[in-house]
């Protein structure tokens, strides 16, 4: 079974950049795509990115404006997601979790972890 640990999160101002980390523990997590999500207060938890198990693919819930970049280092048992031109639209917790890379996606997993926290002020 394959645990997943966020990290990274904190407060930023508009325009800043985060990079998230999403920690697996497992030997079998190379064997899967993994999703990051967001849930803002108030608001369902909603999809942002995803990358394939070898890291060939990637897609993202608004690929126009190309602020967030999602990667995988396999060998460090690590999926990171890098933000942007952060707004504060933005500020949410933020989860990972492994997934089938279907549309819609599907959470493998329904278990969360506690995620981390981003806050964009103005």
């Known amino acids: 079974q394959v645990q997943l640990v966020e990290s990274g999160g904190g407060l930023v101002q508009a325009g800043g950049s985060l990079r998230l980390t999403c920690t697996a523990s497992?030997?079998?997590?190379?064997?899967?795509?993994v999703g990051w999500f967001r849930q803002a207060p108030g608001k369902e938890r909603q999809f942002v990115a995803a990358?394939?198990?070898?890291?060939?693919?990637?897609f993202y819930e608004d690929p126009m404006e190309a602020r967030f970049t999602i990667s995988r280092d396999n060998d460090k048992n690590t999926v990171y997601l890098r933000m942007n031109r952060l707004k504060p639209d933005d500020t949410a917790v933020y989860y990972c979790?492994?997934?089938?890379?279907?549309?819609?996606?599907?959470?493998?997993?329904?278990?969360w972890g506690q995620g981390t926290q981003v806050t964009v002020s103005s």
């Open positions: 990358i394939s198990s070898r890291g060939s693919s990637t």
């Open positions: 979790n492994i997934i089938h890379m279907t549309i819609p996606i599907t959470v493998l997993d329904n278990n």
């Open positions: 497992g030997r079998t997590f190379s064997s899967y795509a």
